[in-house]
């Protein structure tokens, strides 16, 4: 029986290379944990554990009584890394990496592929049960599901920068790199499962039974004979309610509807930028950049937000929090169902810049719907620093009197006090001034530009003790 054993073993190891051994030269490193971390072809690298090391086990496959495979297990925020620099540039033109294996958690972006050596957040997710390239392209929904073997193949084309993705066989996911961003920087290592340092909590715990890496662009049929190939002799179980009466076709799944396909969804991460930790509670405004019309206003749960946004539209969105200075970041939602990611570094507070700028109409000091919304957060803002204390800055363009702008400037700023002082903020804690049109924003060569000097600045600064 023994004899039998190691017999069957082997043979399983066979028909997992079978696809590719009888067809191609050995231009590839498979690795399929039977020797460790060392691929089964001589002379190629040694697999690096990532984070918290891992650890090999035999697993029994579903169906058999005495068959097993080797598999790595790994933690959340782990994985592996390919050496590039020790093959001599294996991966360095076309390229294909092939992995069979299964995830934890897919409840949000879970990293599979980072070129860049945890430098940038650019590389592949699953999210969703969508495959993603951050933040250039996504696919429809796939089949791939929490605890549950996936076939995955990302492919590379050096000469047209195509890359390819496949999940299962079927190719879901096809677009033009846009620069290197597929591709390994100076570091020359591929990482596997352990996310970047940029945004963080993107990954997952799991499992991984096979990996195989190509130098060339692997087809579409062969990626297809390879899945065929593996989901035979490493079929996984399914429930009983689901189990098929025969042999199940792979067929394409239809989208899931997103929460409104007629938007956009925005979502975001907002992170410290001294230690990379989620800024939590941070109030968000997000205006239209046509108009600085606001559309939406929400805040972060552990450093996450989302909003959802017209699209053929360009967009501002800001972040606000205690202690840090407000930040900026552009998005342009080019179609509808689309999924952005953005990410906000926040700095700590200098107190340099103001808090916020409220816009009014030429010759008037009344408050506009959108910075009413703006002095809501202030005052908000402002009640939980209490070792802050509030300065206006009234303004106007260069049209008519400077005397009378100087007037209007003022009447501007005393607008903005009463409103603060009617939410509760006390009159001490604000001082304010008018310039008229002594200090504009910009130059006043036209009415768009006009627009951005008739403002009221709100800064913070100390309380004088």
């Not at 540039?89 to 934890?104: A, D, R």
């Not at 605890?147 to 590379?156: I, P």
Request: aromatic share 10%; glycine share 6%; charged share 25%.
């Amino acid at each position: 029986m023994i004899n039998k054993k190691n017999a069957l073993r082997a043979t399983l190891s066979l028909l997992l290379c079978a696809t590719t051994l009888h067809i191609y030269a050995q231009n590839q490193w498979t690795y399929d944990f039977n020797n460790g971390l060392v691929p089964i072809e001589s002379g190629g690298p040694s697999l690096k554990p990532l984070g918290q090391p891992g650890q090999i086990i035999k697993e029994q496959i579903p169906g058999s009584d005495y068959l097993s495979r080797s598999i790595y297990l790994f933690e959340k925020n782990s994985g592996l890394q390919f050496n590039n620099a020790e093959t001599k540039g294996f991966l360095n033109k076309s390229f294909t990496v092939e992995i069979y294996f299964k995830m934890t958690e897919l409840d949000s972006w879970k990293r599979v592929l980072d070129f860049k050596n945890r430098k940038s957040d650019y590389g592949t997710y699953i999210y969703n049960g969508k495959l993603n390239f951050y933040d250039f392209a996504v696919s429809e929904k796939a089949p791939v599901r929490a605890n549950q073997y996936v076939h995955y193949v990302y492919s590379r084309d050096h000469e047209t920068k195509t890359i390819k993705m496949y999940i299962n066989g079927l190719s879901k996911l096809e677009f033009k790199d846009p620069g290197t961003e597929g591709v390994l920087d100076v570091d020359q290592v591929l990482n596997m499962f352990q996310d970047d340092l940029i945004a963080g909590n993107e990954s997952s715990a799991g499992a991984i039974a096979l990996i195989r890496l190509y130098d060339r662009v692997m087809t579409p049929v062969f990626v297809r004979r390879s899945y065929q190939t593996i989901s035979k002799n490493f079929k996984e179980p399914v429930a009983k309610s689901e189990e098929p009466k025969e042999e199940p076709k792979v067929v394409e799944e239809k989208p899931e509807p997103a929460q409104n396909r007629n938007l956009a969804q925005v979502t975001g991460r907002v992170y410290d930028g001294r230690n990379l930790k989620p800024v939590n509670d941070a109030e968000v405004h997000v205006r239209k950049s046509a108009n600085d019309s606001l559309v939406a206003h929400t805040k972060t749960v552990g450093g996450i937000y989302t909003v959802e946004l017209p699209p053929h539209e360009t967009y501002r969105i800001t972040a606000q929090a205690d202690g840090f200075q407000s930040k900026n970041v552009i998005v342009r939602t080019n179609s509808r169902s689309e999924e952005i990611k953005a990410l906000m570094n926040m700095a700590p507070e200098t107190h340099s810049t103001a808090l916020s700028t409220l816009y009014f109409s030429q010759g008037t000091e009344v408050l506009e719907d959108s910075a009413l919304a703006d002095l809501d957060s202030i005052v908000s803002y402002f009640q939980k620093r209490q070792d802050l204390r509030v300065v206006l800055k009234g303004h106007t363009d260069n049209t008519g009197d400077f005397e009378k702008n100087l007037e209007l400037s003022n009447r501007r700023m005393e607008t903005v006090k009463e409103y603060l002082i009617g939410k509760g903020i006390i009159a001490g804690r604000i001082e304010g001034s008018g310039y008229g049109s002594a200090q504009p924003k910009r130059m006043n060569q036209s009415e768009a530009l006009k627009r951005s000097n008739r403002r009221v600045e709100v800064w913070a600064e100390p309380v004088k003790r």
